[in-house]
Nanobody, 120 residues
Framework: QVQLVESGGGLVQPGGSLRLSCAAS????????MGWYRQAPGKERELVAT???????NYADSVKGRFTISRDNAKNTVYLQMNSLKPEDTAVYYC??????????????WGKGTLVTVSS
């Protein structure tokens, strides 16, 4: 079994910052790409940022220059530093990881999400 648990969401004023964390646990052999996605009310889930095991990153145009994704491979954890937050960043943020289990199964795993609300 593999589990992803997000933390760090909350209410922040426009222009503020938040740092999200997502820790993977369970029967993990290795983790390839990890990423963050978000889903705003009434909208489809969209990619925010991804990072490979080697540290290569990819960002949605809407967050470039404001958000930074990073990971700690030793801790099986991915982070999302969000700066200069805008009301349109309000969404549930989901962690995703491409995991190889100890039984050598490939799993596309998702967390349950953490709510980020940007409002004055």
């Amino acid at each position: 079994q593999v589990q992803l648990v997000e933390s760090g969401g909350g209410l922040v004023q426009p222009g503020g910052s938040l740092r999200l964390s997502c820790a993977a646990s369970g029967s993990i052999f290795s983790i390839n790409a990890m990423g963050w996605y978000r889903q705003a009310p009434g909208k489809e889930r969209e990619l925010v940022a991804t990072i490979t095991s080697g540290g290569n990153t990819n960002y949605a145009d809407s967050v470039k220059g404001r958000f930074t994704i990073s990971r700690d491979n030793a801790k099986n954890t991915v982070y999302l530093q969000m700066n200069s937050l805008k009301p349109e960043d309000t969404a549930v943020y989901y962690c995703n990881a491409a995991i190889i289990t100890r039984a050598y199964y490939a799993i596309d795993s998702w967390g349950k999400g953490t709510l980020v609300t940007v409002s004055s």
